[in-house]
């Protein structure tokens, strides 16, 4: 249940956060995921350089970050450095979550439906789903 957005406990509320927490849950809510709020529990011997152990809220981008997604309806624990947009020599849109059943090229046109009967936008870089849409 999306109530708003809110850091991590162990992430420091600074600009660079915050800044980065408005980016993260705008593409949260535009792939159509809310929050949820179990929390996520980091792995006994994690190797990242810090480790959050058991969190809620946005983590950063290189932590687990507990989610709920609307158009399948699993919860699920995605990176937001995944979610993002990747840029560079290998440009790539943002994706869905592993093993959604709406997401890839050929299950467009029920993401395209899946979104509509949410009631949200189809997002501008999903040019699959809107093609289907339009169709």
Not at 68 to 94: Q, T, W
Not at 95 to 105: D, L, Q
Request: proline share 7%; hydrophobic share 35%.
């Amino acid at each position: 249940m999306t109530t708003g957005p809110f850091l991590s406990s162990f992430l420091p509320n600074n600009k660079r956060n915050r800044d980065s927490l408005a980016a993260a849950w705008l593409r949260m809510l535009e792939l159509g995921y809310t929050t949820r709020t179990t929390p996520v529990d980091e792995p006994e011997g994690c190797t990242r350089t810090r480790c959050a152990g058991v969190h809620e809220g946005y983590p950063g981008s290189e932590h687990r970050w507990a989610l709920h997604c609307l158009l399948c309806a699993v919860d699920i624990e995605v990176f937001y450095s995944h979610m993002r947009e990747r840029k560079g020599a290998n440009p790539a849109p943002p994706r869905r979550h592993k093993g959604c059943k709406f997401s890839g090229p050929l299950r467009a046109k029920a993401r395209a439906a899946r979104y509509v009967e949410l009631g949200l936008a189809l997002p501008s870089w999903d040019l699959d789903a809107r093609a289907a849409h339009q169709a």
